[in-house]
């Protein structure tokens, strides 16, 4: 079982500015004197979640037959992927549509006027069915992906990978960011030779990880010798926070 894990390198950057124009040692006005800093930190963190579509095509002279061909070879691929593990509410359909199929050539044009000899003819209908299906062992995706080919789906749609239970990540993230922005106050305030009061003012923004989408390709639908590998890559959890300290 694949289990989330936290990097210990992170990427930080900071920027700082005065909130006074002339220096952090005088106040305008009624106005005290403050530092503001900003900091940002970043967690690396393995995702939990997959996402994998699986889609039957079929054809046939009517649409009809289409979508019973298409029918009677979805039931397979849904009964292997339940035999794989997933349970009923981990699959859904993300799309269904039966659809003509055109002969393209381009017919002769008639005498005189030069325009096409006819429509463009109806060869057949064509149904496609797309189901996704979520994998939460992520060391079972391509034991999935082998039983939806095996068991008839001629098309891997697609697969994504996510990370779902973030906070772990992002309460590592914004500690971090909260360090640093703190650091490059102490250092901004011991080079102007003043010391750091209470802070009066703190604002976040926590950036959550996208979805990883593995590019799209048409499959046959047979099995590897082997099964299929798959190695998601870790995602990235920032935080970025702006801190404003009174100066004594």
């Known amino acids: 079982m694949r289990t989330q894990s936290l990097t210990t390198a992170f990427l930080v950057t900071a920027s700082i ?3 006074t124009p002339l220096s952090a040692q005088t106040a305008l006005g009624d106005q005290p004197a403050t530092i503001r800093v900003s900091g940002s930190g970043q967690v690396q963190a393995a995702p939990d979640v997959a996402h994998v579509s699986f889609a039957v095509e079929t054809f046939a002279q009517t649409a009809r037959e289409a979508g019973e061909r298409n029918a009677r070879q979805m039931n397979e ?12 509410a981990d699959i859904e359909t993300s799309g269904y549509g039966v659809h003509p199929v055109y002969d ?10 030069g325009e096409p000899a006819e429509d463009p003819r109806i060869t057949g209908y064509r ?5 996704s299906v979520e994998i939460r062992d992520l060391d079972a995706v391509g034991r999935f992906i082998d039983a939806g080919l095996a068991a008839g789906a001629n098309r891997l749609a697609g697969v994504s990978f996510e990370l779902r239970d973030d906070q772990e990540a992002r309460d590592e993230a914004l500690r971090r960011a909260v360090a640093r922005a703190r650091s490059s106050a102490e250092t901004l305030a011991d080079a102007l030779g003043v010391q ?3 802070v009066r003012l703190a604002t976040t923004q926590v950036e959550t990880p ?5 590019r799209a ?9 082997a099964p299929t590998p798959i190695s998601p890559a870790d995602q990235t959890v ?11």
Do not use: S
Request: aromatic content about 4%; cysteine-free.
């Open 17 to 19: 500015l005065l909130a």
């Open 77 to 88: 691929v849904l009964a292997a992927l339940r035999q794989a593990g997933a349970a009923e």
């Open 217 to 225: 390709m048409r499959m046959e639908a047979t099995m590897a010798d």
């Open 210 to 214: 996208g979805i990883f989408h593995a």
């Open 196 to 198: 750091l009061g209470p």
């Open 104 to 113: 393209h050539r381009q017919p002769e044009p008639r005498p005189r006027t």
């Open 127 to 131: 149904a496609v069915n797309q189901v």
């Open 238 to 248: 920032g935080a970025t926070v702006e801190l404003e300290f009174a100066i004594r």
